[in-house]
């Protein structure tokens, strides 16, 4: 479907021609209209999907028309800094996609008079306090911060209109539900929400069923289906190895923009490292790195020639990397929908990509989920380097023991000596039979008196 075909202003069918878009998205077919008549909407839609301009433009149109007004009958708007309140909140679970969300609003609404900020964790108060002072239409917000800056008096929501819950299941896995909680208590009960995430788990599904009125579901494709253009497969592979064959793959590719995921912050550092240590040119990004670091890093993705970007999965979620070609999962994630969160990064807006997993022995059971919540067989690949490392026999020098030991182990017959090989604990019978017949049952050396006898009659203190 043609944009021009959605109900929407002129001036957000200018910003859509400028983005490049000819058709509207699946999402954006079905959500569009309905925002635009002032429903609520649950939205269940894969990463990459158009998501954010199917609540973006809409959100524009009502707030620059004056259109929701009408429909929800929201009070005058008061005249405080710059004659504007914040009439639309737009919450999300990082930095990284509230930063996205606040670009992307930027994009849509050039041509409208609407004004918007975004503020986050991690970075000092001030400019996002300042920008609030100048007055906004829309606020991006991070719960924290947000609730951080309301209870300092600088961000009032009374006069909120729309209220937009952008990626909700992630926001309840970072354990955002009693901020949340508190931020909905706050915003007028006569406004329009929407409420977006990439799963649809029960604890959603009850919270819509709280916060949003008789909402329409908008369903573009399958729970935590994979996107259809991206080339999946796995390597078995053991830990010691993955350096070895990340590193191949990466060689391997032509241009390649690769996005690799590790569990955890130490392990991206790690990761990172090695590659560097390889000589490929590689960045780690993670919670623990500051906002301005992570902007940086961010930025050197996206321009020409980027390192490797080993991230966790803070990273993973909406962040709109453009030409990602390879996501590899260094290590599989536990909760098998974030597997369709991460791999999601690739195959963006229509383009192809490979997403690429590693999983060792006891990363086998994730596997098996993810490949049950897909529904997907992922293709097993074998690396041509490590099964060729593994089919050439190591060294003598380590197969073998030294000339000496095997001298002493091997028996004139040519067999090796009892004493040479594994010894099993004797049980308590055996023991005692042993010291019946006077032999040592313990394998313990012979005291010195023994040793002393035995010498005087020449022969050896073992034998005695
Ligand atoms: P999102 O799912 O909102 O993160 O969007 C993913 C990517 O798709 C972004 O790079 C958007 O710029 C792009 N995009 C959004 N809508 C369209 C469209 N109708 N046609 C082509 N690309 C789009």
């Known amino acids: 479907m043609k944009f021009e075909d959605l109900s929407l202003h002129k001036n957000l069918l200018r910003s859509v021609q400028d983005a490049g878009y000819e058709v509207a998205t699946a999402i954006q077919e079905e959500t569009i209209p309905c925002v635009l008549k002032g429903r609520d909407v649950v939205g269940c839609a894969q990463t ?26 929201a009070d005058q708007r008061r005249k405080r800094s710059g004659n504007r309140v914040i009439r639309a909140l737009l919450l999300t679970p990082t930095r990284e996609l509230a930063a996205q969300i606040c670009d992307a609003l930027y994009k849509y609404g050039k041509y409208t008079e609407l004004r918007h900020t975004v503020v986050y964790g991690g970075v000092k108060q001030h400019s ?31 006069q909120i209109e729309l209220l937009v819950l952008d990626e909700a299941d992630q926001m309840l896995d970072m354990g955002f539900i009693d901020d949340l909680r508190r931020i909905v208590q706050t915003v007028p009960a006569n406004r329009q929400t ?7 788990p029960p604890e959603i599904r009850k919270l819509s069923q709280q916060w949003l009125k008789r909402p329409v579901e908008v369903n573009v494709s399958p729970v935590a289906s994979t996107p259809a253009r991206v080339t999946q497969s796995v390597y078995y592979v053991e830990p010691s190895d993955k ?10 590719a032509k241009d390649p923009k690769t996005l690799v995921f590790s569990r955890t912050r130490r392990g991206a550092d790690k990761i990172a490292k090695r590659l560097e240590r390889d000589g490929i040119p590689a960045v780690s990004i993670h919670g623990e790195k500051s906002q301005s670091k992570r902007q940086a890093t961010i930025r050197r993705f996206e321009k020409k020639n980027p390192p490797v970007l080993v991230a966790t999965d803070v990273a993973s979620r909406g962040l709109d990397f453009s030409g990602v070609s390879h996501v590899i999962n260094y290590d599989l994630p536990e909760v098998p929908e974030i597997y369709v969160h991460r791999i999601g990064r690739t195959a963006r807006a229509g383009e192809p990509g490979e997403a690429v997993s590693f999983c060792s022995g006891d990363e086998r059971h994730r596997l098996r989920l993810i490949q049950r919540l897909t529904g997907d067989s992922i293709p097993i690949r074998e690396s041509a380097m490590i099964a060729k490392r593994k089919n050439t026999p190591k060294p003598d020098v380590q197969l073998q023991p030294t000339e000496e030991k095997k001298d002493d182990q091997k028996r004139d017959d040519g067999k090796v000596s009892r004493a040479s090989r594994p010894r099993f604990k004797q049980s308590g019978r055996r023991k005692a039979k042993a010291k019946r017949k006077g032999g040592s049952s313990s394998g313990k050396k012979p005291g010195r008196l023994k040793k002393f006898k035995a010498s005087r009659k020449g022969t050896s203190g073992a034998k005695a």
Do not use: W, Y
């Not at 350096?243 to 391997?252: M, N, Y």
């Open 48 to 73: 990459g999907t158009g998501k954010t301009a199917a609540f973006a433009l809409p959100l524009l149109q009502l707030l620059s028309t004056n259109e929701h007004r009408k429909t929800t009958g």
């Open 128 to 158: 996002q306090v300042s920008a609030l002072k100048r007055g906004v239409d829309i606020l991006v917000a991070t719960p924290g911060r947000l609730l951080d800056l309301m209870g300092q008096r600088h961000i009032d929501l009374r």
């Open 194 to 200: 929407l409420m977006f995430s990439a799963t649809m």
């Open 243 to 252: 350096p070895t064959l990340l590193a191949e793959i990466i060689r391997s």
